[in-house]
C-alpha cells in the first residue's frame, strides 16, 4: 500500500495536505462490579451519595460518565472511553477511591469491599439508548 507523498505520520497526529488531523474515538463500555462476596452493604441513603461521589470523582479525572446505577450490591456504569484512556485504568481508579472513600467515612459497619474484577462489555452506538435505559431503569 502506498500513502500520497503528502501525508507525513507524528505519533497520533498525522499531517494531510497540511491539515492535521487527530484521534477520534467513540468506544462506549458498560461496566460492571459487585460488592465483597455480593454483601447487600450500599444501603438505601448511601446509594445516592456514593452514586454523586463517583460523578464528581470521574469528571476530576476526565472520565467521561454517560451514565451511572449504584444498587445495593453492584454498580453500573456505561463510560465514553477516549483514546488516552484505558478500561482497567479508570476501573481501577473509580472502584479504588470509592473503596477508600467509603471506609475513611465509615459509611458502612465494618470494611468495606468491593469484588476482585469487574465485567465490561462494548456498546455500540446503535445500542446506546436502550444501555442507558437499562442502566437507569435499576431501581424500578
Partial sequence: MTFPSTMINHGAR???????????TKIYIHI????KWREISLHTELRPRLRDHLACYAAAKDIQLEELSVQPDHVHLLV???SNQQLDW?????KGESFHWINQQKLVD???GWQRGYGAFSVSRSHLGRV?????NQDT
Avoid at 498525522?14 to 477520534?24: A, D, I, P, Q
Avoid at 460492571?32 to 460488592?35: D, F, M
Avoid at 479508570?90 to 473509580?94: A, E, G, P, Q, S
Avoid at 442507558?132 to 437507569?136: D, Q, S, V
Fill in 90 to 94: 479508570v476501573v481501577k481508579m473509580l
Fill in 80 to 82: 465514553s472511553l477516549p
Fill in 14 to 24: 498525522e499531517v494531510l495536505g497540511g491539515t492535521m488531523l487527530y484521534s477520534l
Fill in 132 to 136: 442507558r435505559a437499562y442502566i437507569k
Fill in 110 to 112: 465494618g470494611t468495606f
Fill in 32 to 35: 460492571v462490579w459487585r460488592t
